[in-house]
């Protein structure tokens, strides 16, 4: 293995190192994402509920209203009743009053209805007041969690990142950045070794995706020390059996 694929590979140790710390804080991150998810998701439950229970009182009070007005068509039926001169007119009125107390009676009902259906709305409210605070509690608990990580792990961390920053310097800049691009589309695995199989050990393979590794692949690795891209996953292809670092 050449010089620059050697750094490399010093460097790919260290980015795996790195990248368990970034995997784990991403884990505690994408949890605490999620719960505020489920917070929303409750306030936008809730926030439904409550509009359901101003619907109900919306409609309680405009049956309300309209029970008021046909009682006060009702009084005045009634009295229109007493001064009735014929029994036409006494018979149309009554007509009239007995169709206003069928339609007081039906709103009557359908505000007992909506009564009963806001009763039982409210007594639910009380459930996702209580899963709020379970699930504020539980997302506080994740952020202390993902605090307690962080400062756990500060020391290793930053020893971490200077090991890196050393072995980066010893690494030509287009060959760096060839890694770094590669390292962030597969969680930090920027190199692939080449592996040998079947009955004679004539094929290879790439570690990175199990796909074929052509023959001229294979040489050009030999004789050159650049950087070589698998053709199937992109990633950086090294012979660990020829001089790679332990």
């Known amino acids: 293995m050449g010089v620059i694929l050697d750094a490399l590979h010093r460097l790919q140790k260290i980015e795996r190192k790195l990248n368990k710390h970034r995997s784990k804080a991403a884990t505690y991150r994408r949890k605490i994402e999620q719960g505020k998810q489920l ?8 926030d439904a509920h409550l509009k359901a229970v101003r619907q109900c009182q919306v409609g309680i009070d405009a049956a309300d209203l309209d029970i008021k007005t046909r009682e006060e ?45 806001k009763d039982e709305l409210l007594s639910k409210s009380k459930t ?9 509690a539980r997302l506080e608990k994740r952020k202390k969690d993902l605090d307690d990580y962080l400062a756990r792990t500060r020391e290793e961390l930053e020893s971490l990142e200077k090991e890196r920053a050393a072995a980066a310097a010893d690494i030509p800049p287009s060959a760096l950045a060839a890694f770094e691009r590669v390292a962030s589309k597969h969680e930090g695995e920027a190199m692939a070794e080449i592996l ?6 004539d094929d290879h393979i790439c570690e990175g995706c199990n796909m074929s590794v052509t023959l001229e692949v294979v040489n050009k690795l030999r004789s050159l020390d650049d950087l070589v891209l698998c053709n199937t996953c992109g990633r950086i292809l090294f012979h660990a059996h020829e001089g790679a670092s332990a």
């Open 196 to 201: 040998r199989i079947g009955s004679r050990g």
């Open 73 to 117: 068509s009702m009084a005045k039926h009634r009295v229109a009743l007493n001064s009735a001169k014929t029994n036409k007119d006494y018979a149309a009125i009554l007509t009239a009053l007995n169709t206003e107390k069928a339609d007081t009676s039906k709103y009557e009902s359908r505000v007992l209805e909506l009564m009963a259906e």
């Open 39 to 46: 917070i929303d998701a409750n306030q936008a439950e809730y």
């Open 128 to 136: 996702f007041e209580d899963e709020r605070e379970k699930l504020l």
